[in-house]
């Protein structure tokens, strides 16, 4: 297969300076795209501020590339996105990756906990999207990568925050994916699971020692390469493997026996198993197939009731 190239193209990397989106930064720049390498270089928790984005311009440009540095946290994302208007003069790819922990057993998290991190994952990611926006639209093009997790996919203990602020971000991702589709802007979720400063106490060692950014890397560069057409995916990632990950949702189950009964707590008690029954639960893919797909089935179930009626009603008559 021909070499995926980036030439011509500028990314912009948000929290690039260590861990996964140096790992970005580090491949798009070695396949020809400019790089912003963005990063506020705080600690962990989100306090403090240094150059760490430095050191990856450095390679990027040692190795051919051409990458400027960025220090400007994500929640001001507007700064981020002049300096590749500035530098470059266009901005094609943005990945929203920068992250920060703050993790605490949810009665002890306070405001600043919950604040801080909604700001870093949620409200980062929506003011660099909404200036990239403009460019996107104009010139027809976008690619967008969002960073969930599991933990916000599936909870964990102590991530309260974390969770809602990391499944807020796939929210943002459907609703942009429609959004974007008549201007060939693509919004995709990675869920990366990698050795990195968050993850270092987290991951058993052994595993923390496989578990290399380099090998999410390129599933990232290709979900943000011009070729990509998929929008609106959540793709988990982790030790050279990938998959795909979305919400089901059962067949369900009327509450009632017949449309003129009342829905009573009990009858949804009675009926509480086939709810909850996954089998046959599939994709829905679009808000408006939400409704359809209720109505044909209230449609489906009243039909079912009156020819019921009709049976009884005839063997009554006998
Ligand atoms: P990391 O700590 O190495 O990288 C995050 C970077 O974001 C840091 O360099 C940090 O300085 C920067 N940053 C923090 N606040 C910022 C701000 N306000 N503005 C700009 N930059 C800021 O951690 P890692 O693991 O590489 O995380 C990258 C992303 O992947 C995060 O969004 C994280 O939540 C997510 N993630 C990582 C997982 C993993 O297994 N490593 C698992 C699931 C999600």
């Not at 990675?190 to 400063?197: F, K």
């Amino acid at each position: 297969m021909d070499q995926l190239r980036f030439d011509g193209r500028v990314a912009v990397v948000t929290g690039a300076g260590g861990g996964l989106g140096k790992a970005y930064a580090l491949l798009l720049g070695s396949r020809g795209a400019k790089v912003v390498v963005n990063d506020l270089g705080s600690a962990r928790d989100g306090v403090g501020k240094s150059n760490f984005a430095d050191a990856v311009v450095k390679e990027i440009k040692d190795k051919g590339g051409e990458a400027v540095a960025d220090y400007n946290s994500v929640v001001e994302g507007e700064k981020i996105i002049k300096t590749a208007l500035d530098n470059f003069g266009r901005i094609d790819i943005l990945i929203n990756n920068a992250g920060i922990l703050r993790d605490k057993s949810f009665q002890k998290m306070s405001d600043q906990d919950w604040d801080l991190v909604h700001a870093v994952h949620l409200k980062g990611a929506f003011k660099t999207t909404q200036v990239a926006w403009e460019t996107f639209k104009k010139q027809k093009f976008g690619r967008v990568i969002m960073t969930s997790s599991n933990a916000g996919l599936l909870g964990n203990f102590g991530q309260a925050n974390y969770s809602a602020a990391k499944m807020g971000l796939v929210g943002l991702a459907s609703t942009l994916s429609i959004e974007g589709a008549k201007y060939n802007i693509k919004v995709n979720t990675i869920v990366p699971t990698a050795a990195s400063r968050l993850t270092e106490d987290i991951l058993p060692p052994d595993m923390y020692q496989a578990m290399k950014p380099e090998l999410i890397a390129p599933v990232v560069a290709y979900m943000s390469h011009e070729s990509f057409e998929d929008s609106g995916l959540i793709i988990d990632s982790t030790l050279g493997f990938a998959t795909k990950a979305h919400l089901i949702r059962s067949q369900g189950a009327p509450l009632r026996r017949k449309p003129t009964d009342p829905v009573t707590i009990e009858s949804v008690k009675e009926k509480w198993g086939e709810v909850v029954n996954m089998n046959g639960a599939r994709r829905i893919d679009k808000i408006a197939e939400v409704t359809v797909d209720l109505v044909e089935k209230l449609q489906e179930f009243e039909e079912r009731s009156k020819l019921d009626t009709d049976r009884e009603s005839y063997w009554a008559t006998y």
